[in-house]
Nanobody, 121 residues
Framework: QVQVVESGGGLVQPGGSLRLSCAASGNILGIFAMGWYRQAPGKQRELVAHITSGGNTNYADSVKGRFTISRDNAKNTTYLQMNSLKPEDTAVYYC???????????????WGQGTQVTVSS
C-alpha cells in the first residue's frame, strides 16, 4: 500500500517563505512525476508546480519566479520552496505523485491529505 504525506504548511506573513515536503512510502517500484496543487475556498483545485522523473519542471504563471519545485528520488520526496508569499497564495496545498506500486501494471496518481498555507499579517 502506498501513502503520500505532506508537511510544512502554516501561517506566514506576506513576503515570507515556507517549504513544503511530500514523502511517498510503501511498495514503490518507480515514480514518474510529482506535483503540487492548491485549492482556495470557493475555487477549483489548480496546478502550482510539476516535475517529471527527468527533472523537467513547469509552474503556474502566478508563482513563477517565487516558487521552486524539486525532488529527491532516493527519498521518494518532493519539495516546494515558496518565497515572497502573498495573501492570494493562501490555500490548502496538495501533493500528487504518479507511482508504480508493487503488484500494479500501470502508474497511479496518489494524493496527499493536504496542508494549509495561510499568508496573512
Amino acid at each position: 500500500q502506498v501513502q503520500v504525506v505532506e508537511s510544512g504548511g502554516g501561517l506566514v506573513q506576506p513576503g515570507g517563505s515556507l517549504r513544503l515536503s511530500c514523502a511517498a512510502s510503501g511498495n514503490i517500484l518507480g515514480i514518474f512525476a510529482m506535483g503540487w496543487y492548491r485549492q482556495a475556498p470557493g475555487k477549483q483545485r489548480e496546478l502550482v508546480a510539476h516535475i517529471t522523473s527527468g527533472g523537467n519542471t513547469n509552474y503556474a504563471d502566478s508563482v513563477k519566479g517565487r516558487f521552486t519545485i524539486s525532488r529527491d528520488n532516493a527519498k521518494n520526496t518532493t519539495y516546494l520552496q515558496m518565497n515572497s508569499l502573498k495573501p492570494e497564495d493562501t490555500a490548502v496545498y496538495y501533493c500528487n505523485q504518479v507511482i508504480l506500486a508493487s503488484g500494479s501494471y500501470s502508474y497511479t496518481a496518489y494524493w496527499g491529505q493536504g496542508t494549509q498555507v495561510t499568508v496573512s499579517s
